[in-house]
């Protein structure tokens, strides 16, 4: 069975500061991977993803993701957050081929500070 | 083009009622999941569909729960003789037929009294 870990469960960070939300994944075999982001009482907005190709991802709202295989990592990146981008994101896996079902990490907050 | 619609966006039952959860997929899209939210907890997988068939069901709980998705009409996640711990907020998403992105509705929270 496959998981999904996000080591961290909250993350504050400074305006204009970078941040990283680590996620790690345990599959034995290939997988594709999305970050998807909660805001308040809504649904989940999709990221980015990676399906095959290059292992640096870029999405929306100026972040990006790389996908290490070695480590099984997918961590997100944002090198200047904005008050906006506080939010719950998830980190997801689904193996792929034959098989669209989900598994979730249990999220990460960002609080943004002004 | 409007996104996943799900209704209602929030659901009051008493202990033994029955829930009724529905989904209109985004258009063009055929296949349906659904997810339920815990809090404090991520996602999880409850059951895939497809037009007049269930895909994948093995993340519904075995007793009081059913799907289904008809040739017309939205998708129905029904609830039977709803519980406490059946308090949650419920997600439905939608993909293309063969598509990996899955777009997500904006959630219905049932509380159960």
């Known amino acids: 069975a496959q998981s999904v870990t996000q080591l961290d469960s909250q993350v504050p960070v400074f305006e204009e500061a970078p941040v990283e939300l680590r996620c790690n994944y345990s599959s034995s075999v290939s997988v594709y991977l999305f970050w998807y982001v909660q805001y308040p009482n809504q649904g989940l907005q999709l990221l980015l993803k990676y399906l095959s190709g290059s292992t640096l991802v870029k999405g929306i709202n100026g972040f990006e993701a790389e996908f290490n295989k070695s480590q099984t990592s997918f961590h997100l990146r944002k090198p200047s957050v904005h008050i906006s981008d506080t939010a719950e994101y998830f980190c997801a896996v689904s193996p792929g081929a034959g098989s669209y079902q989900l598994t979730f990490g249990k999220g990460t907050k960002l609080s943004v500070i002004p | 083009n409007a996104g996943v619609m799900q209704n209602p966006r929030h659901l009051v039952r008493r202990r033994g009622q029955e829930a009724r959860l529905r989904c209109s997929p985004m258009k063009g899209h055929s296949h349906v999941y659904w997810y339920r939210q815990l809090p404090e907890e991520g996602l999880k997988f409850m059951v895939y569909?497809?037009?007049?068939?269930?895909?994948?069901e093995s993340g519904m709980p075995k007793e009081r729960f059913s799907a289904e998705f008809p040739k017309e009409g939205p998708s129905i996640l029904r609830i039977q003789q709803v519980v406490r711990g059946d308090s949650a907020a419920y997600f439905c998403a939608s993909s293309l037929p063969g598509g990996h992105e899955q777009y997500f509705g904006p959630g219905t929270r049932l509380t159960v009294t």
């Open positions: 569909l497809q037009k007049e068939n269930i895909i994948d």
